[in-house]
């Protein structure tokens, strides 16, 4: 039995759940400083982003150092593809995407092609078909 997919951004299309939202302001209250300084609240500031993280890597059954918060979507999908293609260093050198990907998606596979970004990997667009699945056969 495989585990239920997690989805942890609304992209601003759903209300911040009330506890999320009283952690969220008590973070800002107590840990509103930059966590990669050395001064007492930016140690603070780590202690609960590194807390945060700890949690939610057990909420999600994952080790805390194979979870990365991010700023935005954008930023998400750029680490993604960069991950992918550098992952398939061992397998291959092409990281399969459909066509129709989310446009930060498709921006980072257009960059990383002209960049050759993650040591030489590319990308590779396939036709996605009416139920926007992109098969491979």
């Known amino acids: 039995m495989s585990a239920s997919p997690v989805y942890l951004d609304a992209a601003t299309a759903a209300p911040t759940h009330p506890v999320a939202r009283q952690a969220l302001l008590a973070a800002l209250d107590d840990g509103w400083s930059d966590p990669g ?7 603070r500031a780590r202690q609960l982003l590194d807390a ?3 949690a939610t890597a057990q909420t999600l059954g994952v080790r805390a150092d194979e979870l990365s918060f991010t700023p ?3 930023t998400a999908a750029h680490g993604a593809v960069l991950g992918g293609l550098a992952g398939r260093h ?6 399969v995407h ?3 990907e989310h446009s930060a998606v498709l921006h980072w596979t257009r960059r990383a ?8 990997g590319r990308p590779g667009a396939r036709p996605a078909n009416r139920a926007g699945r992109a098969p491979m056969s």
């Open 113 to 120: 092609r002209r960049t050759r970004a993650a040591r030489g």
């Open 90 to 95: 061992r397998v291959g050198s092409t990281l």
């Open 37 to 43: 300084k050395l001064y007492t609240q930016a140690r």
């Open 98 to 100: 459909s066509a129709i």
């Open 52 to 54: 945060a993280r700890e």
């Open 72 to 74: 935005s979507g954008t």
